[in-house]
């Protein structure tokens, strides 16, 4: 089997113009087969506020009304996804940017309504995402880049993490590919302690991630995102690794971040 990795890129990273433009750089000389994904939320809440809508999350996710979803539409599928794309081009990769709803890449379920209406927020599941079209835009020499924005096939755009959007694209991929998954945001990785740079916690075996959320060690959006990975790991997907973003050269040795281990 080929290798693919497929890489996230957090918000915080995406809001620095001279750390995005060295991971560009970093992401186009990765040899091999790639995708990359991208979220935003901290643009689309700086954004939301200067026009008077205030961001509401739960549990790490965005409540999405109907001018959220304009707001996130216009970030993530518009301004971030457009601009990523024409920087890829001027480092010599090129990339292509797409939403979900985009050859109906990924199909997603607006999230049913319990003790919280997130709105247009959208659920994936097994069969989301179409590993056949992604396979051809690789197969085209194509380097897709995809954004936080789903479709449910009826003509509603839709609002899903970008944390499950890359773990969904990596499990989906992993019948064809021998894939990667590796979350990059500002941090060296999942720490012991979050103000101290030197407590990287190298590997997480999934039996641990239960005791690491009880001390307190792991919290806020960085539940969220384990739980992602460790879903990527039981589903198939080779190697799972959360690391820093200026780190990921390191990742050909190996020696990025903390790696994720069933
Ligand atoms: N133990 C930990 N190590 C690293 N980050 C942690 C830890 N516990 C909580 N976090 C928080 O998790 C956040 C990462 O989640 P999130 O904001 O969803 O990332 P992203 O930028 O990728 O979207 C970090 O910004 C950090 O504040
Ligand atoms: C439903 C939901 O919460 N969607 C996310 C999508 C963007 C995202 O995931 O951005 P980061 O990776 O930068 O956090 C949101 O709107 O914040």
Redesign the pocket.
């Known amino acids: 089997m080929n290798k693919l990795s497929v890489i996230k890129i957090?918000?915080?990273v995406i809001d620095n113009s001279e750390k995005l433009h060295q991971f560009l750089l970093d992401f186009t000389a990765l040899p091999g087969d790639k995708i990359l994904i991208h979220?935003g939320?901290k643009i689309a809440t700086e954004l939301g506020t200067s026009l008077g809508i205030e961001a509401k999350m739960v549990d790490?996710r965005r409540i999405t009304d109907i001018e959220t979803l304009r707001v996130v539409t216009m970030v993530y599928a518009g301004l971030i996804n457009k601009n990523m794309v024409a920087q890829l081009q001027n480092k010599g990769c090129n990339a292509i940017g797409l939403t979900g709803a985009d050859g109906n890449i990924i199909k997603a379920a607006k999230r049913p309504v319990k003790e919280i209406d997130y709105g247009f927020v959208g659920d994936l599941n097994e069969t989301s995402v179409s590993s056949e079209m992604i396979n051809n835009l690789l197969k085209a020499g194509l380097v897709p880049v995809l954004c936080a924005i789903t479709h449910d096939g009826d003509g509603q755009l839709l609002n899903t993490n970008a944390?499950t959007i890359a773990s969904a694209v990596a499990v989906a991929m992993s019948d064809r590919y021998d894939t990667s998954l590796i979350?990059c945001?500002?941090?060296r990785g999942?720490?012991r302690d979050?103000e101290d740079d030197n407590s990287l916690v190298a590997e997480i075996k999934m039996a641990e991630f239960e005791g690491l959320k009880n001390e307190g060690?792991?919290?806020?959006?960085?539940i969220p995102?384990l739980h992602n990975a460790f879903e990527a790991i039981k589903s198939g997907v080779t190697a799972v690794y959360i690391g820093k973003a200026d780190e990921l050269p390191l990742i050909d040795q190996q020696n990025f971040g903390t790696r994720l281990i069933k």
């Open positions: 957090g918000g915080n979220g939320g790490g944390d979350y945001f500002e941090k999942v720490m979050i060690v792991v919290s806020g959006g960085m995102k």
